[in-house]
């Protein structure tokens, strides 16, 4: 079973509207949580990195939660834009260790 | 500017033929990894390296192999014996230091097995 679960699989919006994405993981002991935006064909590239201690992180209009508690962290998109169409990867990593599990991605695509 | 390069970014290859994908980093990072993207799935493990001149298998290596001669570079040849080779191929590092190192991926090379 993947230690990090991501939903929705895919999703479709309009421009200008919100979305949540969800991620859940089962990495124990938790180190830090990663999202990341991939677009088409290209490497992907950092949005947010909590901690242990952090709850809310926010980059633009990406705001990223983590509950450390339920082992359960989100990405909103606030005022989505066709740029946000990507795939948006969560990443975690276990304390003392430098493996990192990769849920499979969230595929959003914006419409205008 | 610091960052991950890897090269090329397409690549057609025809079965049988050994190929090697670059990576090279600026970053002083410490540990580099391989990893391999398929359609709807997530990224998996290939090969890992957390210093140079030592190296791990990951999850996948079946028909891979890598070198760490030099801290920047961290070469992946994909190997005839790799049974399914067409995939995309993305380099990562990361700082060894601390838990909030980030880790910072390259553009990817795009293998094709015709």
């Known amino acids: 079973k993947n230690q990090v679960e991501q939903s929705p699989q895919s999703l479709i919006i309009l421009e200008g509207k919100n979305c949540t994405l969800q991620c859940n993981y089962t990495v124990s002991p938790f180190s830090n949580l990663r999202w990341y935006k991939q677009d088409t064909g290209r490497g992907p590239v950092s949005l947010t990195i909590?901690?242990?201690?952090?709850n809310t992180k926010s980059n633009g209009r990406y705001t990223a939660t983590l509950d450390a508690d339920t082992k359960q962290s989100s990405l909103h998109i606030t005022a989505s834009q066709l740029s946000d169409s990507a795939s948006y990867i969560c990443v975690v990593r276990g304390y003392g260790n430098n493996r990192l599990a990769f849920g499979k991605g969230n595929q959003v695509v914006v419409i205008p | 500017d610091g960052g991950i390069t890897q090269s090329p970014k397409y690549l057609f290859r025809k079965e049988g033929q050994n190929v090697t994908l670059s990576c090279e980093q600026n970053l002083n990072h410490d540990a580099m990894y391989w990893y391999r993207q398929d359609p709807g799935q997530g990224l998996r493990l290939i090969y890992y390296s957390q210093i140079v001149n030592d190296f791990q298998k990951g999850d996948i290596a079946e028909g891979y192999s890598v070198s760490r001669e030099k801290k920047e570079s961290f070469p992946l040849t994909v190997t005839s014996a790799q049974k399914n080779p067409t995939a995309f191929y993305l380099c990562?590092?990361?700082?060894?230091?601390?838990?909030?190192?980030?880790?910072?991926f390259g553009e990817g090379s795009r293998l094709t097995v015709l």
């Open positions: 990562a590092s990361i700082t060894g230091q601390g838990n909030t190192g980030e880790l910072f």
């Open positions: 909590m901690t242990f201690s952090e």
